[in-house]
């Protein structure tokens, strides 16, 4: 007989559950009871069915899903006993959403969490470039939303350049895959303008992965313009209202990223008509104002102008009244002249006529010379000196 504590008991036991490892091939199925959380760290639940129930545990970090009481969930992960409770408690690793109800709660209880952090606050939301030069389209390269887009897209505007991130748009892969290809878009949010993150339509749980909290906030992340284009008309899904622009369908988010070329013509031809029309209104105005300017100057002008026309006959009637006392006074030169040429001495004593000097001067009278002084005569031609030696009265 082999004897063992207690504790060691358990820990056979609990040795022998891990071994059975159903963490891959097992999933639970039943409904969410007494759900609580403890300091934002433990979650603690019931998951039972008509004829049974067990405890469950997991942490905040592993719930990838929202849970609260009456959902229906499969479980999958593996059993424990407390050694200091004896209780066996099922540690669940991994949640798989079951029914359109519990789809339908989980995702309003994720979406009230999410509008409360913000995330889907308009006052956030960028708009895109009119003419985007790259776009990175996430979504299945299989997928029909993938061709809808790209032929919607040359029809309206071509040029643009697409480069396609293939993901998993359902599945166990696909959160994942969506969640990775925004990581590697942020390393190189340089190189693009905007991201387009669609796929086709289809049931709730074929747009789970669009509805999970991974992807929301990958969304959020995104340090590029975000357009979401997701399913049919009716459909919403979380990624939508976090993204910058929500498109109804694939074909949509095309539309909204790229002009119509009909429309860009429209606009060209509008824009030239207004430029000429601006162009038109700017020359008349700037010739207005060149008359304005020229007739201002006119008058300004004017004044000194007629100023200097009065000057300038004034100089000339002056002038002429100079010119006619000039020529009467060249006049009474000429007179002058003639009789000063008729008395000059020299004349007279060409005619025989002589100039007689003394000492003192000239000699006028007989009286005012004295035998033996000597005089000089000045004749019209040379001169001579004598000496008186008689006297005439």
Request: aromatic fraction near 8%.
């Amino acid at each position: 007989m082999k004897i063992i504590s207690v504790s060691d008991y358990l820990q056979i036991l609990n040795d022998t559950l891990s071994s059975l490892d159903p963490y891959h091939d097992i999933f639970v199925e039943g409904e969410v009871a007494d759900y609580k959380v403890s300091q934002n760290k433990w979650v603690w639940f019931d998951l039972k069915d008509e004829n049974g129930i067990m405890n469950c545990f997991t942490t905040v970090w592993q719930l990838k899903e929202p849970l609260e009481d009456g959902m229906k969930i499969r479980a999958s992960g593996y059993s424990s006993i407390y050694k200091k409770s004896g209780k066996m408690s099922f540690q669940v690793k991994d949640i798989k959403l079951v029914g359109e109800g519990t789809l339908k709660k989980a995702y309003e209880l994720l979406k009230k969490k999410l509008r409360e952090e913000g995330l889907f606050d308009e006052a956030r939301k960028r708009g895109i470039p009119k003419f985007p030069r790259k776009i990175c389209l996430i979504t299945s390269s299989g997928a029909a939303a993938y061709t809808d887009f790209i032929r919607i897209l040359n029809n309206r505007w071509g040029g643009a350049e697409v480069d396609l991130l293939s993901v998993a748009v359902q599945g166990k892969d696909a959160i994942k895959e969506i969640a990775n290809a925004f990581k590697w878009l942020n390393k190189h949010a340089v190189d693009y303008d905007v991201c387009v993150l669609t796929r086709g339509g289809g049931s709730m749980e074929d747009l789970i992965a669009f509805n999970s909290e991974e992807v929301a906030r990958a969304v959020y992340s995104c340090k590029i313009p975000v357009i979401c284009g997701i399913g049919h008309e009716r459909d919403e899904c979380l990624a939508e209202y976090v993204a910058d622009i929500r498109a109804s369908t694939p074909s949509n988010a095309a539309e909204r990223i790229v002009p119509q070329k009909q429309d860009i013509l429209g606009e060209l031809d509008f824009l030239s008509e207004q430029l000429s029309n601006n162009f038109q209104r700017r020359i008349t105005t700037l010739q207005h104002q060149v008359d304005q300017t020229f007739s201002l100057i006119e008058h300004k002008a004017r004044a000194p102008l007629d100023s200097a026309q009065r000057l300038m006959v004034n100089f000339e009637h002056q002038f002429d009244n100079f010119f006619h006392i000039v020529e009467k006074n060249k006049a009474e030169i000429e007179s002058y002249d003639k009789l000063l040429h008729n008395l000059d001495p020299r004349l007279l004593l060409s005619r025989g006529y002589g100039i007689v000097r003394t000492k003192n001067g000239l000699l006028r009278k007989s009286t005012d010379v004295s035998i033996g002084e000597e005089i000089m005569i000045e004749l019209g031609k040379g001169s001579l000196e004598a000496e008186v030696t008689k006297l005439k009265n």
